[in-house]
């Protein structure tokens, strides 16, 4: 596998869906996230409004506006924290209402990879995306946030997204996941997956035979229809629900204005 180092982006980053591919795989490098462009735009935009309601309070603008905006920062800070939890908070009401409307989308279903008893009270649901960095960000407190509660279902649903035009590393990760899934080693080769910083079409068949899956089998089950069709499944879903990125969090039913494995966990709790 390979030691190329990647940086690994703050857990408030979501990565944006694109159109899935299920075309054979073929290596190709990771996409990078907007991030700090984002939040160049929306700091940006922050100060435009500040600007344009001054006059509204009676304030005008000029060097005394200027010179107490300059000196308390922290104002275009919080507007900007405050716009962006608002926006969160409005994809996720419109995802909530798209789940009520359409409740059989998140329904069991026993091809997707679960851990947790089957009647459980509470399940969590977890799409995904392997080369996504913000799924990688959280994967390791999610997995320990998962061995504290026993009595939940996890279940994870692949959602390739990052791949375009002749990408398809990502799709082949998911492909190779179900494959293990179908084997009973999906634990172990999701954990290896997520923690691989640099995915290829060799680190992931490398990965398998790490973990003691059957790669002819695997093979076959990487290249069925079958599988292509779950995908492009779990695809319709993304897109029906409005979902705008991974890791997008469900518990019962409702999703997560936050990828922090912290936030699932008080959803959790509220839950029980």
Known sequence: MSDTPETTPEPSAKTEAAPV?????????????????????LAVSAVALVMASLPYFGVGIGPQVRGYLLGNPQILEEMIAARQQA???????????????????????????????????????QFFDYRCPGCKAVSVPYREMMARYPDVRFVFKEWPILDNGETVTSN?????????????????????????????????????????????????????????????????????????????????????????????????????
């Open 21 to 41: 591919n299920t075309a054979p795989a073929k290596v190709a490098p990771s996409k990078g996230t907007t991030t700090v462009l984002a939040g160049a735009a």
């Open 172 to 272: 082949y990760a998911a492909r190779a996941a179900l494959a293990a899934n179908q084997q009973g080693k999906f634990m172990p080769v999701h954990a290896a997956l997520m923690d691989e910083r640099s995915l290829s079409i060799e680190a992931i068949n490398q990965i398998l035979q790490e973990q003691g899956v059957d790669m002819a089998a695997a093979q076959q089950a990487i290249a069925s229809a079958d599988t292509a069709r779950h995908i492009t499944d779990i695809h319709t879903t993304g897109v029906a629900l409005g979902l705008r990125g991974t890791p997008t969090f469900f518990v019962n039913g409702k999703a997560s204005a936050s990828i922090d494995p912290a936030d699932v966990e008080q959803m959790i709790k509220a839950a029980q």
């Open 87 to 125: 926006e969160d908070q409005n994809i996720t009401s419109a995802i909530d209402a798209a789940v009520k409307a359409n409740p059989h989308l998140l329904a069991h279903d026993a091809r997707d990879p679960a851990v947790g008893p089957e009647n459980a009270k509470v399940t969590v649901i």
